[in-house]
Nanobody, 123 residues
Framework: QVQLAASGGGLVQAGGSLKLSCVVS????????LAWFRQAPGKEREFVAA????????DYPDSVKGRFTISRDNALNTVFLQMDSLKAEDTAVYYC????????????????WGQGTQVTVSS
């Protein structure tokens, strides 16, 4: 089993920044990927960023590219999401997720999920 614990959400003004963290514990695998998704009320879960743990290669959708950065710290077993130039439409609950294998933008490919952390951007 893999456990994920997300933190770092909060209230921020538009144009501001937040950094989310997700600590990974439990069983690890030789090849796995971590990702962030978000879900706003009444909307589908949306892909935000993904990273291959071993290579560090990343993916982003156009909606956050250039504003958000996903990274990982092997020593801390933690994945981060640095969010800059935040907009009101970034308001959502943010979830970290893990899967065995290559990174993916589809939430259905992820087997393990953290509890979510609320990000609210005021305009």
């Amino acid at each position: 089993q893999v456990q994920l614990a997300a933190s770092g959400g909060g209230l921020v003004q538009a144009g501001g920044s937040l950094k989310l963290s997700c600590v990974v514990s439990g069983r690890t695998f030789s090849s796995y990927a971590l990702a962030w998704f978000r879900q706003a009320p009444g909307k589908e879960r949306e892909f935000v960023a993904a990273i291959n743990w071993s290579s560090g290669r990343t993916d982003y959708p156009d909606s956050v590219k250039g504003r958000f950065t996903i990274s990982r710290d092997n020593a801390l077993n933690t994945v981060f999401l640095q969010m800059d130039s935040l907009k009101a439409e970034d308001t959502a609950v943010y979830y970290c997720a893990a899967r065995i294998g290559y990174r993916s933008s589809y939430y259905g490919h992820y087997d393990y999920w953290g509890q979510g952390t609320q990000v609210t951007v005021s305009s």
